[in-house]
């Protein structure tokens, strides 16, 4: 005989409710057999933000808040399966209700070396090595440098996802002369970074030169001046 327990304990969006010593805000605690679910609402749903579906975890790519004026706000997600890369679109989350929460684990680490079907990393605590497959992310090795602190998202012990900074300094290691007299607005050309990168960039920027991009448009933001 099994005796079941089933805890719901709701929390208003401005309370703190501490479960087994830990604050959890605006969310939902299940209990089920002494399994603990967390839940989080639609409209706490952001970019970033790991729900578990159909036992799958997905990332929140891209989030757009939607108020219709009638009827029930909600959010547009595009999510991607940190498993197996497909991705789901336009998947909708009305604000009040509730889904399931990824309990995920987040290591500080930096990146060592990289292997054919591998990306190795160190743990900044314990420097035990971390192995994250090349599968989970094709474009991530054009944003790993031994002088950045990355972050690893490991969900049911294993590495799901990688987090490089919004911001990153590349240096321009092949650029397309620039043509004097070329004063159309806005005008840009592909340049290639130290990792591999291709990134658009105003025609002033010279070979050599350090930029700024931001990693998650893949977009030039500055020049770094000397």
């Known amino acids: 005989y099994t005796t079941k327990l089933f805890i719901v304990n709701q929390i208003n969006y401005s309370s703190i409710a501490i479960f087994n010593g830990t604050n959890y805000n605006s969310r939902i605690l299940i209990s089920y057999n002494c399994e603990v679910y967390f839940m989080i609402r639609g ?16 990332l929140v790519v891209e989030r757009e808040f939607v108020n ?21 679109s ?6 009040p209700d509730t889904f399931e929460d990824a309990t995920v684990d ?3 680490a930096q ?21 994250v497959p ?8 054009y944003y790993l440098r031994d002088d950045i602190d990355y972050q690893i998202v490991i969900w049911d012990g294993n590495p799901i996802d990688v987090k ?9 290691a092949e650029s397309e002369n620039y043509i ?28 050599d030169e350090k930029i700024v991009v931001n990693t998650e448009t893949n977009e030039y933001v500055e020049r770094i001046n000397k």
Not at 164 to 170: A, G, H, L, N, R
């Open 43 to 58: 409209g706490e749903i952001n970019k970033g933000t790991v729900l578990i579906i159909k036992n799958a975890p997905y």
């Open 111 to 131: 990146y060592i070396y990289s292997e054919p079907e591998a990306h190795i990393f160190q743990n900044s605590e314990t420097f035990d090595q971390i192995s």
């Open 90 to 95: 336009q998947q909708v989350f009305k604000t």
């Open 164 to 172: 490089v900074p919004q911001k990153m300094t590349f240096v321009v």
């Open 68 to 88: 219709p004026g009638k009827g029930t706000a909600f959010a547009r997600c595009k999510l991607k399966n940190l498993k197996d890369g497909s991705v789901l």
């Open 180 to 207: 004097k007299g070329d004063t159309v607005s806005g005008a840009t050309k592909p340049i290639t970074t130290e990792t591999g990168l291709t990134v658009r960039v105003p025609l002033f920027i010279k070979q």
């Open 134 to 141: 090349t599968e989970l992310n094709p474009d991530l090795k």
């Open 106 to 108: 987040t290591i500080n």
